[in-house]
């Protein structure tokens, strides 16, 4: 009968918008694209590891400075991509963030993790390093790290990008990014970065290069769409 | 007309269940940076500082280097190296408290007793204790740390051993294998291999420690300050701490071999090792090439 189909009905509606607010986030949408640059990087210079003979012997041709890494197409590596406004924090994942000492190397150049996420340091190589970061809102902190010795284990409780440096090996210099949310990316060698699992809403999306400093772009998501941004820094022959 | 009214409430009933979850995100909130506070007490033996009294103490002996704002910016600060304390970053090197913490208050009032050998950083034994605590009081009004954050747990340093010469041997195998004389060089002269590549936290060029210089290194000539400088690091210069990888039984060792370092200066540590024929020629080894490279002066 009639009432009996529109009482069916009702329910479904209901079964409906019930299952659409019980279940986790739905996917939402996506921002990527890349980051590139214009004008001329300076040249990278190799780097002597002659003073560090373990480390040097790793090598058949000397290694380069990191601080401007590029790829074909102009395209900009290490650059970290990320939520800066518009998106609430997120709880640290249960993971580490594991940042290596090898080779007289920084792996990854850049490290990008979350606020009290658990940063872990190992030490690969033959030598002993000192890892030293360098905030300025977080606490400093030097610890050395023998060869052989087990992984360091720290945490960050506030968001900040800061250097790393080994004062052994002046040459090892890195960067971590300790971001409030999950919506983050470091670029590649071919410069693109994805950023996804957004709900609606209006962002502020910003990208960093330790270089070329920062810029945001705002991108507002309606539904599940992907949303191209693209990120151009201005390099400095210097 | 009852049918379609009932239809028209189930979809309004649905439409209201569905609406929270298309409300827009919420913005982060940005909690205020915490500020700094005006009074500050220090807790120093028997003695309790207080900031108010300490204030016009800094700015009739401390501003003229650490500046009026206690950021190390003052008048003289441009003609001097190593520069002043910053206060306002609160990063300290002379600390009993792990590395990344805050020192405590009598860390702070023994660097005012103190003062910092071969800087310009003068000894104020000339004030009373009173006056010092009352300094270190003031001194923590520059930062927001002092209110955000506690000092560390300070370390456990225990009783030192006996002194024998295989425990000198100990500590000269540690400072081969923790590789100490990569900065402080085989004789511990400051002269090893990255000794002239050394920046601190402010990239500020730094030597490191010349242990043939004085015995009077600047966070104290004891042994336990010996033993505090490696096991806490000195925080905002390129001295790690050790204490994750060094034993305290071995930090011993590593303290007396450290001594013998210090040829210059009598100690008991250095007589035992003379006593040997290895240590005897090893020393007078040293004494003929004179070296002066590290930071300190060559007596």
Known sequence: METKQVVLAGIAMLAASAVAMAGPTPAGGTISGK???????????????????????????????ETVVTGPGNTLENVVVFI????????????????????????????????NQELKIVNSDQTSHNIHPLPKLNREWNKSQPPGTPPISEKYDKAEIFPVKCNVHPWMHGNFAVLKNSHYAVTGDGGTFTLPNLPPGKYTVTAWHESYGDQSQEVTITGSETKPVNFVFKAKPY | MRNTQFVRFCLFVASVLILPSVLPAQLNDQAPAAKPSKHMESHVGDLTGHSEAGAQLYYRYCWGCHGARG??????????????????????????????????????????????????????????????????????????????????????????????????????????????????GQ?????????????????????????????????????????????????????????????????????????????????????????????????????????????????
Not at chain 2, 247 to 272: C, F, I, M
Not at chain 2, 273 to 296: D, F, H, L
């Open chain 2, 187 to 299: 004789e511990g002269r400051g002269d090893g291999p990255s000794a002239s590549t050394l920046t601190d936290s402010n990239d500020q060029p730094i030597r490191p420690y010349n242990f043939t210089s004085d015995n009077r290194s600047k966070c104290g000539k004891t042994n336990q300050d010996l033993y505090r400088i490696f096991m806490t690091g000195l925080d905002g210069t390129p001295m790690p701490s050790f204490a994750d990888v060094v034993k305290p039984g071995d930090a011993w060792d590593l303290v007396h071999y450290l001594r013998t370092l210090q040829y210059n200066n009598p100690s008991p540590e250095l007589a035992l090792w003379m006593s040997t024929p290895e240590g005897k020629a090893i020393v007078e080894a040293k004494k003929v090439e004179n070296t002066n490279t590290g930071s300190g002066v060559q007596p």
């Open chain 1, 35 to 65: 980051v590139t640059y214009e004008g001329t990087p300076a040249k990278m210079k190799p780097i002597d590891m002659s003073k560090e003979p373990s480390c040097a012997k790793m090598y058949t041709t000397p290694q380069l400075n």
């Open chain 2, 71 to 184: 950021d190390g910016n003052g008048e003289n600060a441009p003609y001097i190296n190593p520069q002043p304390r910053n206060f306002v970053a609160a990063i300290f090197k002379c600390r009993s408290t792990p590395t990344g913490t805050l020192p405590l208050d009598s860390d702070l009032y023994n660097s005012l007793m103190r003062g910092f050998n071969f800087t310009n950083m003068p000894s104020w034994i000339a004030l009373n204790a009173q006056d010092r605590a009352n300094l270190v009081a003031f001194i923590k009004t520059f930062s927001a740390r002092w209110v955000t954050e506690k000092p560390g747990d300070p370390i456990q340093i225990p009783a030192e051993p006996k002194l024998t010469v295989d425990s000198i041997k100990h500590g000269g195998e540690l400072f081969q294998k923790l590789e100490c004389w990569k900065c402080h």
């Open chain 1, 84 to 115: 800066s406004a518009g998106a609430p924090d997120d709880a640290a994942p249960s993971t580490a963030a594991v940042f290596n000492q090898k080779g007289c190397r920084y792996i990854p150049h850049v490290l990008a993790f979350q606020v």
